[in-house]
């Protein structure tokens, strides 16, 4: 059984950090494909990092890329979600997953991940 374990979200006023992580276990093979998505009131989710190949390689969507940073603890099973300089469209409910499937491409789509956690909330205040 697998499963993911999202923390780290709270409130702060634009300008702020926070640190998301996401917390794997079960039967997942070392160093996995994973990605970070967040879903805005009334919006679709999207992607918005990615770690692949091993953890050797990074992708962000435009918005985020330079203020956001994933990252990957293979030795505690976290994957982490640094982001700074929040804006209020950072706001939404942050969830990471986790394909099954090697990959050496940026993935994302979330049909393209199989397992889901249950999500953290980002609240950004102007």
């Known amino acids: 059984q697998v499963q993911l374990v999202e923390s780290g979200g709270g409130s702060v006023q634009a300008g702020g950090s926070l640190r998301l992580s996401c917390a794997y276990s079960g039967d997942i093979y070392s160093r996995p494909c994973m990605g970070w998505f967040r879903q805005a009131p009334g919006k679709e989710r999207e992607g918005v990092a990615t770690?692949?190949?091993?953890?050797?390689?990074?992708a962000y969507v435009a918005s985020v890329k330079g203020r956001f940073t994933i990252s990957h603890d293979n030795q505690d099973n976290t994957v982490y979600l640094q982001m700074n300089s929040l804006k209020p469209e950072d706001t939404g409910m942050y969830y990471c997953a986790v394909r099954m499937r090697l990959c050496f491409s940026a993935r994302w789509h979330r049909d393209e991940y199989n397992y889901w956690g249950q999500g953290t909330q980002v609240t950004v205040s102007s």
């Open positions: 770690i692949y190949s091993g953890g050797d390689n990074t």
